[in-house]
């Protein structure tokens, strides 16, 4: 029976969650007072755009005309009105260039804070959160997702502002030049909006999908590339290019449609625009043949040509920021999408740790265990008590199952009605075909899944009260899959204990018999990694994975398959070397090959999670069982 792994729906989020901008903004609350100063600047560059226009008016109606009338030469109090824009343009540019420069500095540190907290938080997501999610889909948050924050912060926001302060500020204007112009602008803009809402609508939906497909190809991706040589292996290329084409081809349609009716927007806007100036131009025009008045706030008067002209410029400040603001906001519908699938990790529950037993250093004095600051190689549990004291226990390595049962899904079991024991010093093997739960079993005794019901205790204390940093680091893993990490080779043996000095993690990979091959390495044991260790062998990298475990010289032990991928004549070596590790240590170990078993103090049977057999290798094979015709070969591990 094969072990059943935890499995989550895939999600398909239509739109961001519920509150995903105002978490966002929480993120810029730190640079409120940039954000302050950049409102400001986008006023100023707003008020300046369209004061620029009001000019206009004023230099057509009360110079150009009059000075055409007059027949004057006289351009002194022109210049000054011009000197007087370009002052003002002078302002809206200075404006533009500040909010600018200010809006890196906030959209850099905000994106560094969330990654940096969304790293922090990943960090204490159990195990479970990685077994029914790929690996591929979250580098996906940390990269495109954050990446379109990015725009967001430093583009769409700055430019959705910008955009309605300048059609605040356009209105104004046009208002304060013309009543009755402004509200046929109105009636055309209502149509407009109307037109550009249908837009956006449909273009919205396609960028969140499109961002959801672009998770699943990196998620495909990252799968596919870990897997190269098995591809190879079984000649699964265009099946592997299949499965790439659908996911593609998903991530092209939604893509191509977000940008489909994404793009058409400015260009509608700016077709209704233009519209708008010959529409503006026939009507100013015929209100000032026909005499009708033109109505503005201080009275009215004639439709001027200044009037006209100044309104025509105005409108358009007022039509292409609502293109803007419509353009912008697919973005931002966009970066929101992301930043849901962000936050969606954050609400994530970190793992749960009830523990209240620590691991401490411990010492002898006068006859009882006492704490101490250094290093003794003497460990005990610290464990508080109701009268605010502290007991402390000898960390022994007493392993005791009492009636485990253990299920990933509910309703279908792994493991049932396990008891086993192992006391100090012993090592105990577990065999069984693949699922039967041996695996199961080590992961329970890490806590990376709680039990589903019965106890452990390790030394006599319940493991639930035990705080899960102090549990593993009682606990030296070796697994058969090998993760060695960009680095020295010194640094990759330093994971098992950080405080390690370079002479400790040489003495620890001599222990295990890695040291020889360490030294032949271009740089020894200073040799850079690279790859997750690509440049060795499969055994040399369990190797190092074997020092690295000696070097936290812990009490326990689990090697799970650790020599299975080394060959024969090299696992007589590392044997030797773990014969020497797992002396005076409680050792779980896992194999299917039954010659690295023999010798353990017990050998425990399990199929479809039940332990079926146990005792010696000489018992088992008296008794004649299952064990008996897996070692004679009458029946083979699968």
């Not at 074997?546 to 936290?552: E, G, S, V």
Request: glycine residues 8%; charged residues 20%.
């Amino acid at each position: 029976m094969a072990e059943q792994r935890p499995q989550e729906p895939r999600k398909k989020h239509q739109k961001a969650a519920p509150g995903t901008t105002r978490r966002l903004l929480s993120y810029m609350r730190p640079y409120r007072i940039r954000l302050v100063f950049v409102l400001i600047c986008i006023f100023l560059s707003a008020a300046a755009g369209a004061s620029s226009s009001l000019f206009l008016r004023t230099i057509i109606d009360d110079h150009i005309l009059p000075m055409v009338a007059r027949d004057s030469r006289d351009f002194s109090a022109l210049f000054q009105v011009v000197l007087l824009m370009i002052t003002v343009y002078g302002i809206g540019i200075l404006s533009v260039w500040l909010y600018n420069r200010l809006m890196v500095v906030v959209e850099q540190g905000t994106l560094k804070k969330i990654r940096d907290e969304l790293f922090a938080h990943v960090q204490t997501l159990p195990v479970r959160y990685f077994d029914v999610h790929a690996h591929g889909d979250i580098m996906s948050r940390f990269t495109n997702d954050t990446d379109t924050l990015r725009m967001a912060i430093s583009q769409s926001f700055p430019q959705i502002i910008q955009s309605s302060f300048t059609t605040l500020s356009a209105l104004a204007a046009m208002l304060f030049l013309s009543i009755n112009l402004s509200l046929f602008v109105g009636l055309y803009s209502i149509a407009l909006l109307l037109l550009v809402r249908g837009i956006v609508k449909r273009s919205s939906k396609y960028f969140v999908r499109q961002q959801i497909a672009l998770g699943e190809v990196n998620a495909y991706v990252e799968e596919m590339i870990n897997g190269q040589k098995v591809i190879k292996i079984f000649n699964h290329e265009d099946k592997v290019e299949q499965g790439f084409f659908e996911r593609t081809k998903e991530l092209f349609d939604n893509a191509s449609q977000a940008i489909k009716y994404g793009t058409i927007t400015m260009p509608v806007v700016s077709s209704m625009g233009f519209l708008l100036y010959v529409l503006l131009g026939v009507v100013g025009g015929s209100f000032g043949i026909m005499g009708i008045s033109n109505w503005r706030f201080t009275g009215s008067e004639a439709m001027t040509m200044g009037t006209v002209i100044s309104f025509i410029t105005l409108s358009r400040g007022f039509v292409n920021p609502i293109g803007q603001i419509s353009l912008q906001f697919n973005m931002i519908v966009q970066a929101l999408a992301g930043a849901s699938r962000i936050f969606e990790v954050f609400d994530e529950k970190p793992e749960e740790d009830h523990g209240s037993v620590t691991l401490v250093n411990a010492c002898m004095e006068n006859g009882h265990l006492a704490e101490c600051a250094d290093r003794t190689h003497l460990w005990a549990w610290k464990e508080p008590q109701d009268d605010g004291t502290f007991t402390y226990t000898e960390l022994c390595g007493d392993i005791r199952f009492y009636d485990v049962n253990f299920e990933y899904i509910v309703g279908q079991p792994v493991l049932r009605d396990i008891n086993l024991y192992a006391k100090p010093g012993q090592k105990v093997a577990l065999v069984g075909a693949t699922g039967a739960g041996k695996t199961t079993i080590t992961n329970l005794l890490n806590r990376f899944y709680d039990l589903t019901d019965g106890e452990i205790r390790y030394d006599g204390i319940n493991i639930e009260k035990i705080k899960k940093p102090d549990l593993r680091r009682s606990l030296g893993v070796v697994l058969q899959d090998v993760n060695l990490f960009t680095g020295t080779v010194m640094d990759n043996i330093r994971y098992g204990r950080l405080d390690a000095t370079d002479e400790e993690c040489i003495a620890a990979a001599k222990r295990v018999n890695a040291d020889g091959f360490i030294r032949m390495l271009p740089k020894g044991y200073h040799t850079m990694l690279e790859g997750d260790g690509s440049g060795l062998s499969q055994g040399q990298r369990q190797l190092i994975s074997i020092a690295r475990a000696a070097l936290l010289d812990p009490p326990v032990m689990v090697l799970d398959e650790a020599t299975s991928s080394i060959d024969t004549r090299t696992e007589a070596i590392v044997q030797e070397g773990m014969d020497a590790l797992m002396q005076g240590r409680t050792i779980f170990v896992i194999a299917h090959r039954l010659s690295t078993v023999q010798d353990a103090d017990v050998i425990m049977v399990m199929e479809q999670g039940r332990i079926i057999e146990r005792g010696t290798h000489e018992q088992l094979i008296e008794e004649g069982g299952q064990y008996y015709q897996l070692y004679t070969g009458a029946f083979e591990l699968e």
